[in-house]
């Protein structure tokens, strides 16, 4: 069960780390389009290239640290309540989304790292998947916002450090 906090917005750590957490996965998905060739290279004990294989590892490497702080920074402080205004089954499916969004920034920068450390081929295609899954909710996670924002009009968007 999620704790509840009185406040009507996130603390000011919180609000660094998800905007923090989301820059980096942007990023890094933007640079990945080498990473196959990349790991092939890897695999096979060939120099890089260049330097953006590095740059992705370490990156994927912090978003898993950073998400690790974000979630035991939610344990500790809680998250702001759901407006009273919000039907049910959207507040249910906010939180489902919010958790399918913290677990696939576990499980795609772990099954990364498995892929490059450990030397598993065979998680990177995982990973690639578990990546393209979080796009894909974390752009309904931003819809969501928007939507609550201009048509709900809720202030959504503000309780997450936007000044609308």
Do not use: C
């Amino acid at each position: 069960m999620t704790k509840t906090s009185p406040r009507s917005g996130y603390t000011n750590s919180q609000i660094i780390l998800h905007w923090l957490i989301a820059a980096l996965v942007l990023f890094n998905y933007i640079v990945s389009d080498g990473m196959g060739s990349a790991l092939r290279r890897h695999l096979n004990g060939e120099a890089q290239a260049d330097i953006w294989p590095a740059i992705h590892v370490y990156v994927g490497i912090a978003v898993l640290v950073l998400v690790l702080i974000r979630l035991l920074l939610r344990r500790r402080v809680g998250v702001p309540a759901t407006a009273e205004a919000t039907p049910g089954w959207m507040s249910r499916l906010g939180k489902i989304g919010h958790w399918l969004i913290y677990a696939l920034l576990l499980v795609g920068p772990a099954l990364g790292v498995a892929t490059w450390y450990l030397r598993l081929g065979s998680a990177g295609d995982l990973h690639a998947i578990a990546m393209n899954a979080l796009m894909i909710l974390a752009g309904l996670h931003a819809a969501a916002g928007i939507y609550h924002h201009y048509v709900v009009r809720d202030g959504l968007l503000r309780r997450m450090g936007l000044p609308l």
